[in-house]
């Protein structure tokens, strides 16, 4: 069991960048595939990206390609995001979550993960 905890979300003008955090506690963190999720006011929540138990396998929607970079550092456990020309409609609260995955098709549903954080705002400005 792991419990992620986000930091890193402010406000940044539109073609700047965020790195977000996710630090999670428990000892089973390396054994979990680790998401970020985003929900923008009066939306679903959606899959920004995923990243494998080892870091070997990366998946992001065509929304994010290019724009963003996950990676981990299990001895640290925590999950990064690196945001790079942020526009206004990544606007968002941004979530980690923690998943028992086993199949690449499988990182971008919300229901195949297991633990939440409380989400951290992102607000950028035009």
């Known amino acids: 069991q792991v419990q992620p905890v986000e930091s890193g979300g402010g406000l940044v003008q539109a073609g700047g960048s965020l790195r977000l955090s996710c630090a999670a506690s428990g000892r089973t963190f390396s054994r979990y595939t680790m998401g970020w999720f985003r929900q923008a006011p009066g939306k679903e929540r959606e899959f920004v990206a995923a990243i494998s138990q080892s870091g070997g396998r990366i998946y992001y929607p065509d929304s994010a390609k290019g724009r963003f970079t996950i990676s981990r550092d299990n001895a640290k456990n925590t999950v990064y995001l690196q945001m790079n020309s942020l526009k206004p409609e990544d606007t968002a609260v941004y979530y980690c979550?923690?998943?028992?995955?086993?199949?690449?098709?499988?990182?971008?549903?919300?229901?195949?993960?297991?633990?939440w954080g409380q989400g951290t705002q992102v607000t950028v400005s035009s």
């Open positions: 979550a923690a998943g028992d995955i086993g199949y690449l098709y499988l990182y971008s549903t919300l229901g195949n993960y297991d633990y």
